[in-house]
């Protein structure tokens, strides 16, 4: 099946800082998204983005599908962004999405 | 976006009982719903794919008599875990997708099952 790849598995910023984290994935895709996982585990949807770039606030994502890689940029980090995020995709005749094993964000106040 | 609601966000049980999750699609309908467990520090792996009126496929290594799974209208999926045990204990999460516009994927809350 499908790999998902995620680097780097853990990033500690200080608030205010900018990051950017990556997604490598081994086939093509017809659906990528990007989440954060909140302390209480609900997983909020951050981007749906199999190609393309696309901005919302603070966030914005980038996905090169010929390149099997998005990324996803943060700017001005706050300590809420602090979670895991995680890069999920879904290839053609797979509905079900394969998750990335995660960056764990930490924003120091 | 769509909502997915997941009842309960917890549940304790002892070992040998069994536990039903619910996974309701909202404000769409969805012929197919997905169940994912997540084991701390992890992430999300995919355990069997829910079909409204038809057998669940499940994913390889995952007992099909255990964990069953039920699909019987186009806005519920249930997730029942037989005879569990402390192994059992895991973030269990489902997905759906509104069927008529076929894009992003949204998540229940979780349900966080601990065997004792």
């Known amino acids: 099946g499908i790999q998902v790849e995620q680097s780097p598995p853990d990033l500690i910023l200080q608030e205010g800082a900018n990051s950017t984290l990556r997604c490598n994935f081994s086939d093509s895709v017809n659906n990528l998204q990007w989440f954060h996982q909140n302390p209480w585990g609900q997983l909020i949807n951050l981007f749906y983005i199999p190609s393309g770039t696309k901005q919302n606030g603070r966030l914005s994502a980038t996905t090169v599908a010929t390149e099997r890689y998005s990324l996803l940029y943060i700017s001005s980090s706050q300590t809420t962004d602090s979670g895991v995020y995680f890069c999920?995709?879904?290839?053609?005749?797979?509905?079900?999405?394969?998750f990335g094993s995660g960056t764990r964000l930490q924003v120091q106040p | 976006g769509a909502v997915v609601s997941q009842h309960p966000s917890w549940v304790i049980c002892k070992s040998g009982t069994s536990v039903k999750i619910e996974c309701r699609s909202l404000?769409?309908?969805?012929?197919?719903m997905f169940w994912y467990r997540q084991f701390p520090k992890q992430s999300l792996m995919l355990m069997a794919t829910s079909n409204e009126g038809s057998k669940a496929t499940y994913e390889q290594g995952v007992e099909k008599d255990k964990f069953l799974i039920n699909h019987a209208s186009l806005t519920l999926s249930t997730l029942t875990v037989t005879s569990a045990h402390p192994e059992d204990s895991s973030f269990y999460i489902c997905?759906?997708?509104?069927?008529?516009?076929?894009?992003?994927?949204?998540f229940g809350q979780g349900t966080r099952l601990t065997v004792v």
């Open positions: 404000d769409f309908q969805a012929t197919t």
């Open positions: 997905s759906a997708r509104d069927q008529a516009v076929n894009t992003e994927a949204f």
């Open positions: 999920a995709v879904g290839g053609t005749g797979r509905r079900a999405l394969t």
